[in-house]
């Protein structure tokens, strides 16, 4: 239950005593709100203490009288937005002459109540202000939240997109240097360890694309009734080559049809991504066995290998941005250290589930959850 | 011949670098890790060490200092990061203050011209 401190300011004590009782046993919930918001509400006769009270207990929504015995309702006002306080203030007044709505909103007022209102005019204004709130509240949570992610995001994205540079740029200057003579054939190693790293990159820069897209929410995503089945034999069509090359045979073990709202693009991103790395952190001979059933409302996907495996510590970092496990046994294996959290991220949107088991040198185990009708 | 131990995972860069200083008439060993690199400080000790900051973790490079420094307190300590020109952070060891901690004798930006290179790396030979 999210808490919201109302504090009523007005001279008239019937009507702090009304909008008590009336918002005493009232909530107000969205669906984008993880708990339904409740009040506490606070009540000052006059402008004065309600400054004083403000101070001392800072309230997120205001209700604020304009006529008041004291100083006036616009002076509470300039206070609050001179010393730039964090508080919605809505004005409540009979006297909302024109005059004092130009100046109460360009003092920063975000509505105005008319009085005499009606329970029903106070809970519906209510209900526009709570979100406000919440909005702020959330924004704040973010801000402070996702700059420290955002800022290490960034440094280690920037080291991964230059160690290529730097290494293709390390080559070009020793074929410059001609430091094995004149013979272009004597570059061939370097220029292919160059190849490699341009490929690296691009689909370092091509996850990230992806990354942005899901994170920004921007990209039209295309929900439609589809067939998982025929999304997973494309997947395995596709990694085959990458499967024959790291000698490892990769099993589809279902055969009906499994029907899902989804984006068969999202969900094809889902099963490239746990199928490269099944076949990547494998080893010679090794299987990779994917299935999808279904089970009561939701879709269960299961991608298991008999790989390298992981340590328990590995497995907490894993989803992270950036993370890749790196030990002898993953030596000379590339990757952005982005596919996971991008599953992760997809998965999420779809309120879906994914967990990870692993031993090492016996093999993961990734399973996804995805309710069936959800989008 | 002094031995310069150098560690780095990055394959490409670790090529380079070895290309660099062998050129400079040194003979080079490779590690691709800090375990790597400890296991092998066990058995041998070389005349100066280049690390990379950024390997398994993002301070393997300074706790290897750390930890080759307890074992060879007089090996001097080269560590080789790109990391100041993309964080900001700068970890520069000029200070009495600074080496203490960070364990390391100098640091160097990995674009280090080969000339330049080779005179820090005399400097800390004192050839």
Known sequence: ?375 | MKKVLIVDDDMDYLFQLKTKVEKLGFEVITADGQYEAEQMLESFKPDLAIFDLMMENEDSGFILSYKMKRRYPDVPIIIATAVTAETGMSFAVHSEEERKWIKADLYMDKGIRADQLHREINKLLKI
């Open chain 1, 1 to 375: 239950m999210e808490l919201i401190k109302l504090l009523v300011v007005d001279d008239e004590p019937g009507i702090r005593s009304g909008v008590s009782r009336v918002l005493r046993d009232f909530s107000v919930s969205y669906p984008f709100m993880e708990e339904a918001c409740k009040f506490e509400i606070i009540e000052a006769p006059t402008g004065e203490d309600a400054i004083e009270i403000i101070n001392n207990n800072l309230p997120d929504i205001m209700l604020l009288d304009n006529k008041l015995p004291g100083i006036q309702g616009i002076e509470v006002l300039e206070y609050v937005s001179k010393n730039h306080l964090d508080i919605v203030v809505v004005m409540i007044t009979s006297y909302a002459s024109l005059e004092v709505a130009v100046k109460a909103t360009k003092n920063g007022a975000f509505d105005f109540i008319p009085k005499p209102f009606t329970p029903q005019e106070l809970r519906s204004s209510m209900e526009t202000i709570t979100k406000q709130v919440y909005f702020r509240r959330m924004t704040k949570k973010l801000n402070t939240a996702g700059k420290q992610i955002r800022f290490q995001f960034l440094s280690v994205l920037s080291h991964e997109l230059k160690a290529p540079l730097n290494a293709i740029e390390g080559y070009l200057k020793m074929i410059e240097e001609k430091q094995y003579g004149d013979n272009v054939v004597d570059y061939h190693e370097i220029v292919e360890r160059s190849l490699a790293r341009v490929k690296g990159m691009r689909s370092l820069i091509m996850d990230l694309l992806d990354l942005t897209k899901i994170e920004s929410g921007t990209s039209a995503r295309d929900i439609k009734e589809v067939n998982l089945m025929e999304i997973a034999q494309i997947s395995v069509d596709a990694m085959t080559p990458f499967a024959i090359q790291n000698d490892v045979n990769v099993y589809l073990n279902s055969h009906n049809e499994i029907k899902i709202k989804a984006d068969a693009r999202e969900i094809e991103i889902i099963f490239n991504n746990l199928i490269s790395n099944a076949i990547k952190y494998n080893k010679a001979g090794g299987r990779v066995d994917f299935a999808i059933k279904l089970k009561d409302d939701f879709v269960v996907i299961t991608i298991s290998d008999n790989g390298i495996g992981m340590s328990e510590d590995d497995m907490s970092r894993l989803f992270n941005e950036f993370v890749r496990i790196k030990n002898q046994k993953t030596k000379g294996i590339s990757g952005s250290g982005l596919g996971l959290s991008i599953v992760k991220k997809i998965v999420d949107t779809y309120e879906g589930d994914i967990t990870v088991t692993s031993a090492p040198d016996k093999g993961t185990t990734f399973i996804i959850t995805l309710p069936k009708n959800k989008n």
